[in-house]
């Protein structure tokens, strides 16, 4: 059987009729089919079962069922730029377009270049100019109008596919299963709130209230017509990474999940806070390790950092001494992309 | 048939029936018997009819089915005091012990008299600081355990029951009525997001997820056994209020809410936000008229300004001249409290 995106999202009917009636997944009806058997997949599918069968000394009321997930190289593809970033920097144009001044500004100036090494060599403080000048000073729906052509328009240059194409179907079936099962999915990502938030649903089932990001404040106001409408400010309110997961976490949600996925350092906290409640939790770290396949990446493979969050050694002894699960791509997962 | 606080919260049986038949609701399975008959219930009931019947014009899809509540004064009694104000109020003496130089420090001493008049006069640089002080430098589990063992004890000096128990019995009829129909029940309050949080599922109906208030932030860190944990910081990230409601819907949910209530200044720009989307919109606000079966108060009622939203002449005139319904707790209720 085939399975579709559509399937990978919305459950096939065999998966609920599992759920549904109760009885054991057989090997027909596997919600997980593009996970090789092993203990990765055997926790998930021993967690998910101890959580929600009523009588189980880990049962978990349906209210209390969240799973946070990180995106970027957690549910869809990461490397060698995120996604966001690549908007941002195709926006540059545009924005020197409206302000003509900026051309020869830097770090507008290199990015005008297209030399790909210069850009990646920017500094931080640079590259931050640029995400200000293209996710914010405009109304939140030119935001969306923007953003929403170019998702439609642009292509990843390796697999010439559209960058929400490039989801891993393992981790689709991880994402419906668990909905199946009762559990709210949320994204927790680093990357912007209001970005993800544009394509969560049609891509993850996930709706834009359940997207949790990096997220700058809005300003309330009236266009001329008296109309009120909000605009993106450029004020941080909640960075999103490391310690902001859980902070962001408590803002959002207001309840610690019982099921946290992550890839990289930025993730550490956020699977410590949802692995230090009460009760059985389950904290799963995606590593890349499949060059073929996606990427090989983070300092155990050899390759340079490249702005993305690291699967560092440390991150790696902290989840084998902790109980954390770490998802080999090239072992675990029968299919990558979906 | 008398109506229970469980009838109101998880809709009567009658309701559930109504709902998924399809059928015209009939006397007696009214959705709002504590609404006289009049323009105000016939409103509410004909938006939910025409939004969330398919083949209506006005249909609205599930997932964008978004209804926002402002909470003191709309939902639960708010005179003479937020009752989030007289908790503050009441933790002092905790927080003076545990710093007793506090004791002889202003605001704190003026409190800890007891003197009702002279409380009622502290500036508000002044009664910011007790709420620093008393909702912020604990962790997160700490402040819920603080709150719901007050919640369990303190009445009402008036009524003599728990705060919790001082809602509004056609209010919870509305959330009800409104979730059988698909709508997503939201709090957006003014009042603290963890205060409001600790009640909003066993009170409203509304899971913890479903409360946007006033937000400070939290900053993670670990105990001294490496357990990490959340503690509350006196700075603050969303202030709820105003033009603060739109903003906050915004962060916290994503999507413009298609009906709105409230009852005060404090919430004109949300229903401003929520009128001036597409489509059919609700908008409606509570006036306090009722001097006998809970209070009358407002300029327009000849009461003053006790600290707390006022229904002014300007927001009733914006509520004519854009079709907003104001909601006579006098004439439109035949129930007050639940």
Chains 1, 2 share one sequence.
Not at 98 to 110: D, G, H, S
Not at 190 to 205: I, L, M, S, W
Request: a neutral charge; aromatic letters at 10%.
């Amino acid at each position: 059987m085939e399975v579709t995106r559509r399937d990978l999202l919305k459950g096939s009917a065999a998966l609920i009729v599992a759920a549904s009636t109760g009885r054991a997944v057989s090997a027909a009806d596997d919600p997980l089919p593009s996970w090789n058997e092993g203990s990765s997949k055997k926790t998930i599918l021993d967690f998910v079962q101890r959580t929600t069968t009523r009588g189980s000394a880990d049962f978990v009321s349906v209210e209390q069922r969240i799973a946070t997930f990180d995106q970027d190289g957690t549910l869809w593809v990461e490397h060698p730029m995120y996604t966001q970033v690549v908007y941002c920097l195709e926006r540059v144009p545009a924005v020197v377009k409206a302000k003509p001044e900026l051309a020869n500004v830097e770090p507008f100036q290199t990015v005008l270049t297209g030399n790909r090494e210069a850009i990646a060599k920017l500094p931080v403080p640079d590259l931050l100019k640029v995400l200000a000048a293209t996710l914010t000073g405009m109304s939140v729906d030119q935001f969306e109008a923007e953003t929403n052509k170019w998702l439609d328009e642009a292509r990843d240059p390796r697999w010439k596919r559209k960058f929400t194409d490039l989801t891993y179907a393992p981790m689709l079936e991880v994402l419906t299963f668990m909905r199946t099962k009762g559990y709210k999915t949320y994204i927790v990502t680093g990357g912007g709130q209001d970005f993800v938030r544009q394509y969560a649903e049609k891509t993850y089932g996930i709706p834009v209230e359940q997207v949790v990001g990096t997220a700058g404040g809005t300003t309330f106001g009236y266009d001329k017509t008296g109309k009120p409408f909000l605009t993106k400010d450029p004020k941080l309110l909640l960075n999103d990474n490391n310690a902001g997961k859980p902070e962001g976490i408590h803002m959002m949600i207001g309840r610690r999940p019982f099921a946290a996925f992550g890839n990289s350092t930025g993730d550490r906290q956020m699977l410590e806070y949802a692995k230090a409640g009460k009760g059985e939790r389950l904290a799963m770290l995606l590593l890349h390790d499949d060059a073929e396949r996606e990427y090989a990446y983070g300092p155990a493979q050899g390759l340079p950092d490249s702005r993305i969050g690291t699967f560092t050694q440390a991150l790696y002894d902290e989840a084998k001494s902790k109980g954390w699960v770490v998802i080999s791509m090239k072992n675990d997962w029968k299919r990558v992309l979906s």
